[in-house]
């Protein structure tokens, strides 16, 4: 557009203005410097494909300047020019109120970040990009590779590969070659255990086109699932459905040779079937039979919305944000109620329900523990608490949910082995990640010796990341940013504020009745039963990080409680005793 579009504007000096503010106060009585000429004098599409040619940053940041620029900036063309110059292969932008804008920051925000615990850099890295790929949805690591899923349906296959350097050396990266390996997937799982290495089979719930029947034109889509070797991508093995039901989420549970594939449908009933993994590889035909879950047929008036599996237990939760457990092993039942009083081994697949105080909107399930977050953004933690894994603040197992109380609306939970990791986001919209539990092998980053409550690990978190996961190398964060889902967390009644153990901010005495006193008279025992000034500042970074404090204000203490142990050395004297 530059020299024909507006020839007469490079001849005269032009000033622009703002329309909402007008003129720069005086401007008149400089000399020099042209008539001050408004942006509304422009036609509305010209200043729309102005717009779209700047990055997504700044045109986010103009939009704030004035109510004008903050419509120009909304507009659906601007982010139809700017979706297709960041993605120029994808043809449909999806549905919604806001199909281009959410198309276009959907592609702007995508990344998968990793951060590996052993080696010499110590440092957050970032995965290829595939260009063919529509934002970020899901993704899974396997035992040599990673996995991700877009919200156009296409599952790409990401490969770890032996690259060339800069200085000329020849050495192995993450995640750095992409394929495509299929198209038209809705979900996909893998083997539920942490350890990666189990991970050989991938298995992808699609939609797939099949040849009508005899006598009838035109072909109907079906839901299969299909399983691929993770190693090399090719697919071993293929069951299709009948055309009638329609699926939407895959988990598995159970040991290789009883492999229990349980299949949610759209309208929240589980169906399940069991594979032999150890025969996939081999040339043959396989019947397999589809079937009701218990949970379904005992409860027939529950609607699940999602589900969560490890290799003993699957946990649902249902569109009214109930939480129903199966639980298929007694060790593990032990570990999560404390108790094998309501355990029966002659039928496992019993659905157990759990008494929750408010909806549950997310959960995570370790193996021996598990997580929840309800409507209000009030983490719930309860199971085995060996190594802190539950972040209470001591190693006392729960065998009902726990709240834990300076923990408030999180992005996303993690549950694994024996830790358990957060992703919270501060009042300034800054991305941090706390963990708890043990921290052998790097798996707490700045805490090796573990922590039995959350504490902010030194990971620099990407500004859009929405999702985590943790293997036994590396910890594995994606970013991706949809302004068609966002969490909806509401605002707890003042009647259930009150009470509680943990002090609002701007709160009289009169709504803290003794709860933060007696947290701080135990935190102060604690500190003085450390017997050397370092284990008094170790256990003191841990209370800071217990406490209700912002973010700003942990990382505050945080650094100043690293200067002090710094500066005092080796110096073996207690902390001064505390005014009252």
Same mark, same amino acid.
């Given at each position: 557009?530059?020299?024909?579009?507006?020839?007469?504007?490079?001849?005269?000096?032009?000033?622009?203005?703002?329309?909402?503010?007008?003129?720069?106060?005086?401007?008149?009585?400089?000399?020099?410097?042209?008539?001050?000429?408004?942006?509304? +004098?422009?036609?509305?599409?010209?200043? =729309?494909?102005?717009?779209?040619?700047?990055?997504?940053?700044?045109?986010? !940041?103009?939009?704030?300047?004035?109510?004008?620029?903050?419509?120009?900036?909304? @507009?659906?063309?601007?982010?139809?020019?700017?979706?297709?110059?960041?993605?120029?292969?994808?043809?449909?932008?999806?549905?919604?109120?806001?199909?281009?804008?959410?198309?276009? &920051?959907?592609?702007?925000?995508?990344?998968?970040?990793?951060?590996?615990?052993?080696?010499?850099?110590?440092?957050?890295?970032?995965?290829? @990009?595939?260009?063919?790929?529509?934002?970020?949805?899901?993704?899974?690591?396997?035992?040599?590779?990673?996995?991700?899923?877009?919200?156009?349906?296409?599952?790409? *296959?990401?490969?770890?590969?032996?690259?060339?350097?800069?200085?000329?050396? &020849?050495?192995?990266?993450?995640?750095?070659?992409?394929?495509?390996?299929?198209?038209?997937?809705?979900?996909?799982?893998?083997?539920?255990?942490?350890?990666?290495?189990?991970?050989?089979?991938?298995?992808?719930?699609?939609?797939?086109?099949?040849?009508?029947?005899?006598?009838?034109?035109?072909?109907?889509?079906?839901?299969?699932?299909?399983?691929?070797?993770?190693?090399?991508?090719?697919?071993?093995?293929?069951?299709?459905?009948?055309?009638?039901?329609?699926?939407?989420?895959?988990?598995?549970?159970?040991?290789?040779?009883?492999?229990?594939? +349980?299949?949610?449908?759209?309208?929240?009933?589980?169906?399940?079937?069991?594979?032999?993994?150890?025969?996939?590889?081999?040339?043959?035909?396989?019947?397999?039979?589809?079937?009701?879950?218990?949970?379904?047929?005992?409860?027939?008036?529950?609607?699940?919305?999602?589900?969560?599996?490890?290799?003993?237990?699957?946990?649902?939760?249902?569109?009214?944000?109930?939480?129903?457990?199966?639980?298929?092993?007694?060790?593990?039942?032990?570990?999560?109620?404390?108790?094998?009083?309501? *355990?029966?081994?002659?039928?496992?697949?019993?659905?157990?329900?759990?008494?929750?105080?408010?909806?549950?909107?997310?959960?995570?399930?370790?193996?021996?523990?598990?997580?929840?977050?309800?409507?209000?953004?009030?983490?719930?933690?309860?199971?085995?608490?060996?190594?802190?894994?539950?972040?209470?603040?001591?190693?006392?197992?729960?065998? =009902?949910?726990?709240?834990?109380?300076?923990?408030?609306?999180?992005?996303?939970?993690?549950?694994?082995?024996?830790?358990?990791?957060?992703?919270?986001?501060?009042?300034?919209?800054?991305?941090?990640?706390?963990?708890?539990?043990?921290?052998?092998?790097?798996?707490?980053?700045?805490?090796?010796?573990?922590?039995?409550?959350?504490?902010?690990?030194?990971?620099?978190?990407?500004?859009?990341?929405?999702? +985590?996961?943790?293997?036994?190398?590396?910890?594995?964060?994606?970013?991706?940013?949809?302004?068609?889902?966002?969490?909806?967390?509401?605002?707890?009644?003042?009647?259930?504020?009150?009470?509680?153990?943990?002090?609002?901010?701007?709160?009289?005495?009169?709504?803290?009745?003794?709860? @933060?006193?007696?947290?701080? =008279?135990?935190?102060?025992?604690?500190?003085?039963?450390?017997?050397?000034?370092?284990?008094?500042?170790?256990?003191?970074? =841990?209370?800071?990080?217990?406490?209700?404090?912002?973010?700003?204000?942990?990382?505050?203490?945080?650094?100043?409680?690293?200067?002090?142990?710094? !500066?005092?050395?080796?110096?073996?004297?207690?902390?001064?005793?505390?005014?009252?």
């Amino acid at each position: 557009m530059g020299e024909k579009a507006v020839p007469s504007l490079r001849r005269r000096r032009v000033k622009w203005s703002c329309p909402s503010c007008g003129p720069e106060p005086g401007g008149e009585e400089k000399k020099g410097r042209g008539n001050p000429i408004s942006v509304q +004098l422009f036609p509305p599409e010209l200043v =729309e494909h102005i717009v779209s040619f700047l990055p997504v940053r700044d045109v986010v !940041a103009l939009s704030q300047t004035c109510h004008y620029f903050h419509e120009v900036c909304d @507009a659906e063309g601007v982010w139809r020019r700017i979706c297709r110059r960041l993605s120029p292969r994808l043809r449909e932008q999806g549905s919604g109120v806001r199909p281009w804008k959410r198309a276009a &920051i959907l592609n702007y925000t995508k990344g998968l970040y990793f951060q590996a615990f052993g080696g010499r850099r110590r440092c957050l890295s970032k995965s290829v @990009a595939p260009l063919l790929a529509h934002g970020y949805r899901r993704f899974l690591p396997t035992k040599d590779h990673i996995f991700i899923l877009d919200y156009a349906g296409t599952l790409f *296959f990401l490969k770890n590969a032996l690259v060339s350097s800069t200085l000329g050396q &020849i050495q192995w990266k993450r995640a750095c070659r992409y394929v495509v390996l299929c198209r038209g997937a809705k979900d996909f799982a893998s083997d539920p255990r942490c350890d990666t290495v189990y991970r050989k089979y991938l298995y992808v719930l699609a939609t797939r086109e099949q040849p009508g029947v005899v006598g009838s034109t035109g072909s109907r889509t079906c839901d299969c699932v299909e399983v691929y070797l993770q190693s090399s991508g090719q697919r071993v093995f293929k069951m299709t459905f009948h055309h009638s039901m329609s699926f939407k989420q895959i988990v598995l549970v159970g040991q290789e040779t009883q492999r229990a594939l +349980l299949l949610l449908t759209e309208e929240g009933k589980i169906y399940s079937l069991v594979v032999n993994e150890t025969q996939l590889d081999q040339p043959r035909s396989y019947t397999v039979q589809l079937a009701l879950r218990k949970v379904s047929r005992c409860l027939p008036h529950l609607r699940v919305a999602c589900m969560a599996s490890n290799q003993s237990s699957t946990l649902y939760i249902t569109d009214q944000g109930g939480v129903y457990f199966e639980v298929h092993t007694p060790g593990v039942y032990r570990d999560l109620f404390g108790t094998l009083q309501a *355990f029966d081994p002659l039928d496992q697949q019993m659905p157990l329900a759990l008494s929750l105080p408010a909806k549950i909107l997310f959960c995570a399930l370790g193996y021996n523990h598990l997580g929840l977050v309800d409507e209000f953004g009030r983490i719930f933690m309860q199971g085995n608490n060996r190594y802190g894994q539950l972040g209470t603040g001591d190693k006392m197992d729960r065998g =009902e949910p726990t709240q834990v109380h300076y923990l408030q609306r999180p992005i996303a939970l993690w549950c694994g082995l024996n830790h358990s990791l957060v992703l919270s986001q501060g009042s300034d919209f800054s991305k941090e990640l706390l963990g708890c539990g043990c921290g052998a092998g790097g798996r707490l980053p700045g805490w090796p010796k573990g922590s039995a409550s959350f504490v902010k690990l030194h990971v620099k978190v990407p500004l859009c990341a929405c999702s +985590l996961c943790s293997t036994r190398e590396c910890l594995y964060m994606l970013s991706s940013h949809d302004i068609g889902h966002q969490p909806a967390y509401r605002d707890l009644p003042a009647s259930r504020v009150l009470g509680t153990a943990e002090p609002s901010l701007g709160a009289g005495a009169p709504q803290d009745p003794g709860g @933060a006193a007696r947290a701080c =008279e135990e935190y102060l025992s604690q500190i003085h039963s450390c017997p050397t000034l370092q284990d008094r500042m170790e256990k003191m970074k =841990e209370i800071v990080g217990w406490m209700p404090l912002m973010a700003a204000q942990k990382d505050f203490f945080w650094e100043a409680l690293d200067m002090l142990q710094r !500066a005092a050395g080796g110096v073996g004297q207690g902390p001064p005793t505390p005014e009252s």
